[in-house]
C-alpha cells in the first residue's frame, strides 16, 4: 500500500525528536509540505539541515498566547500530528501542581489549542483533513509511578473522540495512535532500567517494545486517505498490550 501526500500541507508538533522528528521527516519524504513546531531550536536547525523543505517554528506549547501567536501565520494545513508532550514520572503521593499544570497544558491543552487553530482553517476552506493525536498505551492502563501521565493521555483520548463527533461533519477526521514503550528520550526515562523493561515486556504479547517506524506508520496510515471512513478511533500500537 502506496501512501502520498503530494499537494497536501501538513503540522507536526513535537517535531524536534523522537517520534515527531521520525513523522514530520516521513512526511516530508510523502511528498508534503511540513511545518515542524518545536520548543528546542537546535533541534528545529538540525531538522531542517537533514530536510531543507521542513518549516520551522519554535515555542513553547505549554503558553496559549505564544502559541496563538507562532501559528498565527502559518497557513493553510491538511494533517495535523498532535505529538508533542512531556512525561515526569512521580509516585502519586507526591506528585506536585506544578508537573500537573505543566502536563495537562502540553499533553492535552496544548493538543486542543492546535487543532483549533488548524480546524477552524480547514472548516474555513471546506476541505476536510485528518488530525491524529498521539496518546498511549498509558491512557487505558494503569502504570505505576504515571498517575499525570496517564491521567492526561486518557484526557486526551476523550478529547479525540468527541474531536471526530464535532468535526466529522466538515469531514475532519480525528484519530489517536497509542503506543507502547518506544525507546526515544522519553521511552529512555521510565524504561531503561533491564529489570523494569522486562516487567513490561513480559506483558506485551509480541514480547518487544514498539520501534519509532511502527508508531510512524499508524500516523501515516492515519493521515492519509487510505483511513478515509476511520474517525474517532484509538489505535493501539502495542504488540497487544491492552488486548490482555
Ligand atoms: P520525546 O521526548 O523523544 O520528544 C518529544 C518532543 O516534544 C520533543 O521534541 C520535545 O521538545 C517536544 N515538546 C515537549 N514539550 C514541549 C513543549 N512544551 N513545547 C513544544 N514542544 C515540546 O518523546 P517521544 O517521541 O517518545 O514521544 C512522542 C509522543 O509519543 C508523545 O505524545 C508521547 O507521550 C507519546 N508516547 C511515547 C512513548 C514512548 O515510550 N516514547 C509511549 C507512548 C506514547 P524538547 O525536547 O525541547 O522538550
Given amino acids: 500500500m502506496e501512501i502520498t501526500f503530494s499537494g497536501k500541507r501538513a503540522l507536526v508538533t513535537g517535531a524536534g525528536k523522537g517520534i515527531g522528528r521520525a513523522t514530520a521527516l516521513a512526511l516530508a519524504r510523502c511528498g508534503s509540505e511540513v511545518t515542524a513546531v518545536t520548543r528546542t531550536k537546535a533541534d528545529l536547525d538540525n531538522l531542517v539541515q537533514e530536510c531543507p523543505s521542513v518549516k520551522p517554528v519554535c515555542v513553547d506549547l505549554s503558553d496559549w498566547d505564544a502559541t496563538e501567536q507562532a501559528l498565527k501565520d ?32 502540553v499533553n492535552v491543552k496544548a493538543a486542543l489549542h ?22 498511549s498505551q498509558a491512557s487505558q492502563c494503569a502504570l505505576k509511578d504515571h498517575a499525570v501521565y496517564c491521567a492526561t493521555k486518557g484526557a486526551l483520548d476523550m478529547l ?36 523494569k523493561a522486562k516487567s513490561m515486556t513480559s506483558r506485551i ?12 506508520n499508524s500516523i501515516l496510515f492515519l493521515l492519509s486517505d487510505k483511513s478515509a471512513m476511520t474517525n474517532g478511533v484509538i489505535l493501539p500500537v502495542d504488540g497487544g498490550f491492552l488486548a490482555c
Fill in 74 to 105: 502559518v497557513g493553510p494545513v491538511d494533517l495535523l500530528v498532535n505529538n508533542a508532550a512531556c512525561a515526569k514520572l512521580q509516585p502519586f503521593l507526591e506528585v506536585t501542581p506544578d508537573q500537573f499544570d505543566m502536563s495537562f497544558n
Fill in 160 to 195: 479525540t473522540r468527541v474531536m471526530a463527533l464535532e468535526l466529522g461533519p466538515y469531514q475532519i477526521r480525528v484519530n489517536s495512535v497509542n503506543p507502547t514503550v518506544v525507546m526515544t528520550e522519553m521511552g529512555k526515562i521510565g524504561w531503561s532500567d533491564p529489570e
Fill in 114 to 135: 492546535v487543532a483549533q487553530i488548524v480546524a477552524r482553517g480547514m472548516k474555513a476552506r471546506g476541505s476536510g483533513g485528518s488530525i491524529v493525536n498521539i496518546s
Fill in 205 to 216: 504479547p509480541l514480547g518487544k517494545f514498539a520501534e519509532v517506524e511502527d508508531v510512524v
